[in-house]
């Protein structure tokens, strides 16, 4: 490589849009050669699944975690490094939605120290949830803390708004970022030319870091992997997300629901989106990845609500 390769990290909370955006972007870059990280906070990699293969386009996964933290960020520095015998034009990676972002600094001087600056680390893109931000932020400061270390909001799902709320998240976002342009979309349909930014990890030195050490109040989220023992049906999982949703910040995955066929399962809150599909070639993991409160008894509620609804039974992994 004769020239830097620029990295970009896409945030964003649980369920903003990040793999719509990031799915957009490729869109945009045919031609080109691409690297992408994908990072999940589950143990099941829901999010390759959802990337289309495309030539040029080489993917890699990372699970269990998230890529600030320090069981991942050694693994994420050397996935990255791994990516210069590819020779790529640029570096995408979508991290967890659980991204405590305070350790940029350190993670970006230690990639380009180890690459001799092979690898040039240009910013950070956060989608922000127009429709879920304001109730969230009062209560995750998670979310505030990959607002303040960003270089780019991608203020999605403004269709679903009116404008005195858009006005209300854009005030809330400059407030902690004013740096920061603000982009609005919807399904992270944005121009590549969004790409067209130069960060200054040093400005983030001067932040209180302090200030995001730990997960705050409800302590650090945990994930429930949920695996019916029994065949279901796309309607009875309907019936059980809309009893469940809710008490979770997430939930994402695929069920096999009949021979050849599965379903592709994702909620944000209460909102529930239920998709049949055939199966692929290559099967994604079968089971549903549950991301909830520390404090929530998931596995209870997953078994009781199950049972009620099918009259069977499920195994229940807590992580």
């Known amino acids: ?25 490729l869109g945009q870059l045919d031609g080109k050669r691409v690297a992408v990280v994908l990072n999940d906070f589950g143990q099941i990699g829901v999010d390759s699944a959802l990337v289309p293969a495309q030539d040029g386009i080489l ?18 520095v050397e996935t990255i490094l791994r990516f210069e015998a590819y020779q790529p034009d640029l570096v995408l990676v979508e991290a967890s939605g659980l991204s405590k972002p305070s350790p940029l600094l350190e993670i970006v001087t230690w990639l380009q120290d180890r690459s001799l600056h092979r690898f040039s680390y240009r910013g950070m893109l956060c989608v922000i949830d127009a429709q879920r931000y304001l109730p969230l932020s009062k209560a995750l400061m998670t979310l505030e803390e990959q607002v303040v270390f960003s270089d780019l909001f991608i203020l999605n799902k403004v269709d679903l708004v009116d404008q005195a709320t858009l006005l209300q998240v854009e005030q809330a976002l400059q407030a902690l970022q ?9 399904y992270g349909a944005v121009p590549l030319s969004i790409l067209d930014i130069q960060a200054d990890p040093l400005r983030t030195i ?3 870091t302090e200030k995001y ?23 009875e999982l309907g019936q059980f997300l ?41 099967l994604p993991p079968h089971g549903l990845v549950c991301i909830h409160r520390a404090d929530l008894p998931a596995k209870t509620i997953l078994a009781d609500a199950w049972h009620m609804q099918t009259g069977s039974t499920a195994r229940i992994i807590i992580n």
């Open 1 to 25: 490589m004769n020239h830097a390769v620029p990295v970009f990290l896409i945030t964003g909370f649980l369920g903003s849009g990040k793999t719509s955006l990031l799915n957009n972007l």
């Open 59 to 76: 993917t890699q996964e990372l699970k269990g975690g998230q890529i600030f933290c320090s069981c991942l960020s050694g693994s994420f």
């Open 178 to 186: 004013p740096q920061a342009r603000i982009v609005h979309s919807t």
């Open 206 to 208: 001067s932040l209180a």
């Open 213 to 235: 050490q730990g997960w705050g109040t409800f302590g650090r989220p945990r994930t429930s992997i949920f695996i019916p023992n029994e065949a279901t049906t796309a309607i």
């Open 242 to 282: 809309q009893t469940v949703a809710h008490r979770f910040y997430r939930i994402k995955g695929f069920l096999p629901i009949h021979p050849g066929w599965q379903v592709f399962i994702s909620t944000v809150g209460p909102q529930i989106e239920i998709r049949e599909q055939a199966c692929p070639e290559k």
